[in-house]
Every structure is written in C-alpha cells, then in structure tokens.
C-alpha cells in the first residue's frame, strides 16, 4: 500500500470520482523509463529497457527513478490512462567516466519534441534536474519552457531540485509550478525560497515485492503535486474550464497552510516560508475561479 509521511488526513488524496476522459495529455521528462508497450514514446528519445520481469515494476532498481514518478503520479491521479500519457527521457550524466551530472544534452530535444505534440491545457512534468538545482533557471531551457507556457498554452510542473539551498531566482517562476520538497517535520529536503510556488511532504513508501521502497526529496513531491494538478485540471475541464499553468500556480498557493522551513538543526530558514496545499480547498477555488469568469 502507498503510504504518505503526511501528519493530517487533509493532505491525503481524496476521491473526487473524476471522469478519466476529462484529464489532459501527460508528458513526463525524466529519465531511464522502462518501455511497457501501451505508452506513448516521442521520436528521436532514449530509453533503458529493463529485462523481462513480473509486475509490478520493481521500483527498486537503480535507474527507474521515471518509474517511481509515473507510479506515484498514476496513484494520485486515479483514473488517468496509459494513453493520455507520453514518456519523454532526458538523460542527466555526461559520458565522461567520472559520470559527473552536467546540464542534459538530450533535454532541449524532448523539450522540442514536445511542442510539436502538446496541445492546450496538456502538462509537462519534469522530474529531471543538472546537479541539484532546477532546470528552470538554466538559461538554455528556462526560455523553452517558457514557450511551452506563453506560446502552446501547456502547464508545467517542475521540480526545484535538491540542493538544500535558495533556488535562483527566474522569471520563469510564476509561469510554472516549481515544486519542493520537507520531511514531516517542516526540515528542508530540496531547494527553498520564494520562486518555489509549493511543496510536498516526502518521503513516500512506494509498494515492492518484499520491502517499502522510500522515494524522497523534490522527486517524490514533484510527483504528487503533478498528479494533483491533473485531478485540478480534469475538475476544471469537466466544467467547461481549461486552466492555465499560472492559474494553477496561483490556486495551488491560495490553497495552502503556510510554515517556516527549517534547517537540519530545526532553525528557521531565511527566506524560508513555505506553502502545502489543503485538497479541500482546491475544488471551491476552481469553482469561484469559472464563476468570476462568467
């Protein structure tokens, strides 16, 4: 069973009995995917295919850190299909045989590759970042998600990597949904600061053959704030309502309980406030939001 280190029921995800037609198309970027046959692949991606084995995935195994995202995202976003789904990789380590992470040569490719498919109201997940810090900031990818956003109308949500310090600062921040990530104390476990529009309490047990395996820090959070985006999303669409990613942004932090972030020794961090979404908030704010547009 998953469970979530979560200390009160309203961050549980709740059951709003959504229609899986109405979720958006999906496309995650991450990395070592395996290729189960009924995904989605965009042409001209990578992927490491795993040897025959029973199901589950074992989640495991080094190099399936895509599946632990897509198994957590499918866990919350009950409902959503294979076929709504697109998996994208962007490889994170050089071919130098130190393996030293370097920015990814095979992201702005994927990113590309997405504009050619992506339509409205779809989202982009990227669960991928150079050396703990957060691809929104490069000055290479920032400008292509940017794009993403103003130019094709996709939404974002994008981890804030896990370097346990201030994320730069970026104009991209308010366009997309940086997510990061705090144990169940309130102690920082990925980057913080203001351009962060969210967080998520990790780490998550995810189900295995024998043994819970812990998936933590920006990752997992990224994860469980993508798939509650996509209920947000397939709530607002059977509205009549497609949103944007800056009003899902703007939702996600309205709907929040606030805290001070604090550091490994339980000290405030400077520019420490962070927010965590309350569910039952989310459904009466998408509903004033149709509402005032009426």
Not at 118 to 134: C, H, Q, R, T, Y
Not at 150 to 175: C, E, H, M, R, Y
Request: net charge neutral; proline share 7%.
């Amino acid at each position: 069973m998953f469970q979530y280190s979560i200390p009160f029921d309203k961050y549980i995800p709740p059951d709003w009995l959504l229609d899986s037609e109405n979720y958006p198309s999906v496309f995650f970027i991450d990395v070592n995917w395996t290729k189960p046959q009924d995904y989605h692949f965009l042409p001209g991606t990578k992927f490491t295919e795993t040897t025959a084995s029973p199901e589950p995935t074992p989640l495991d195994k080094q190099g399936v850190h895509g599946e632990q995202t897509r198994w957590v995202v499918k866990h919350v976003a009950k409902g959503l299909k294979n076929n709504q789904i697109t998996l994208v990789s962007a490889e994170r380590k050089s071919n130098s045989p130190t393996g030293v992470k370097l920015q990814s040569k095979d992201l702005p490719a994927a990113l590309t590759g997405v504009m050619i498919s992506i339509e409205v109201g779809d989202l982009v997940v990227i669960n991928a970042g150079p050396g703990g810090n957060s691809f929104v900031c490069d000055e290479l990818i920032g400008p292509l998600l940017g794009k993403i956003v103003v130019n094709f109308g996709g939404i974002i949500v994008i981890a804030a990597g896990n370097d346990k310090d201030t994320l730069l600062s970026t104009s991209l921040a308010p366009q997309a949904v940086v997510v990061g990530a705090v144990d169940t104390n309130g102690k920082s476990q990925s980057r913080y600061g203001p351009d962060v529009t969210c967080y998520g309490v990790t780490p998550y047990n995810l189900p295995n053959y024998d043994k819970p395996v812990e998936f933590q820090n920006s990752s997992a959070a990224t994860a469980y704030t993508a798939g509650m985006v996509l209920m947000m999303l397939n709530y607002a669409k059977s509205k009549g309502r497609i949103l944007t990613s800056r009003e899902v942004g703007n939702i996600l932090q309205r709907c929040s309980e606030s805290f001070d972030i604090l550091d490994s020794n339980g000290k405030a961090l400077e520019n420490g406030f962070g927010l965590l979404p309350n569910w039952k908030k989310l459904r009466p704010a998408i509903n004033e939001l149709i509402q005032l547009a009426i």
